[in-house]
């Protein structure tokens, strides 16, 4: 194999700093079928550092206590906790306290405002929810690019409205077509939902440019940020987007946890999706009144744990410095990519050589399916994600049944990605692939 050459990008952390940062993660000293781990499949979930796993247990420990319902001494750190964790992820978002909502992960967020839009429909939340109420022959518009999570609730919300879900294509590289996009975002157009980097192929895209295009017509923006909040600095405030989506899991925190962030007006306006005890404010029996957000939309015990544990994680990528880790990245993926398109009879999917996109890459063995290619690299203890990855639609208009995935984070090395990159040439010969 040709010896790899880094891409003019860079190192952002010495050989010590990052050495430093892999001790902080226990995961990364297992062995996989005898051999050292080499995690790539960061974009599908995220290893944790040992201060994330020991907050969560250290809270089990000496704080337990159920949130925002008890007036003892517990009761109140624990509260003080969970909201002082909102503020956290709050300003790392660019985002105020009141704007962050708390989910078990981003499809619940996406599904909520889904299903408040739908609430807001039907009549409910009286004349402040007005301007989410949908009528038939109403646009929902969406982009070729989303993963299941952002397609799918839109898809259940069309039905149950009588409104039309229309689509940004792709061109036959995967870039998105701004001018099909200017074409079909038009005056029936109420929401726009799309993602921030593609989970497929990595590529960013033209959030200010969509978000223009809706507000043109007035139209609501959703942003899935779940591939961009672990990677890059994101400022949701300054992007304008109305509502973004992403999780914990995938940027070093815990399961379980997810995030809504909405605009605060918005927020306010919309009925709630989930209701029951802790996001009231008067009951009887024939009615209820509900707490302004984020409260009216955290009903019944909260994640409080979890909460806890990705405001960890968050300080933790602070520390290191996220732009330091975008620039990380953006190395390790040129490296991959570059690499990749050098094997004969392997095709990259996405941006070409050079553009912009995340440390991911996604690809193609000519004639092998996508798990054969992974079952071979995991052999050598090499943990890459295969599948379709939840975008079924945008693989079927690249031609691909399905792919095999390789994303990096901020624990990745340079000696990891090469050893990747020989798994797939050795991989190629197994299976006697030629260009």
Known sequence: MTAISPAPIAPAFTNAELAAVRADFPLLGVAVNGH???YLDSGATSQKPRSVIDVERDYYETENAAVHRGAHTLAALATERFEDARATVARFVGARADEIVWTSNATEAINLVAYAIGNATAGRGGTAAERFRLA??????????????NLIPWQE???RTGAVLRFIPVDDAGALRMDEAARLIGPRTRILAFTHVSNVLGSVTPVGELVELAREVGALTVLDACQSAPHLSLDLAALGVDFAAFSGHKMLGPTGIGVLYGRRE???ALPPFLTGGSMITTVTMESAEYLPAPQRFEAGTQRVSQAIALATAVDYLQSVGVERIAQHEARLGARLVEGLARIPGVTVLGPAVGEHRVGLATFD?????SHDVGQFLDDRGI??????HCAQPLHRRLGRVSSTRASAYLYTTDDEVDAFLAGVVAATAFFGVSA
Do not use: K
């Open 36 to 38: 050292p781990l080499v």
């Open 136 to 149: 038939p022959g109403d646009e929902i518009v969406v982009t070729e690019l989303e993963h299941h999570a």
């Open 157 to 159: 919300l069309a039905a």
């Open 266 to 268: 918005l927020l306010n």
């Open 365 to 369: 063995v000519a004639g092998v399916h």
């Open 383 to 388: 943990a890459v994600r295969v599948g379709h």
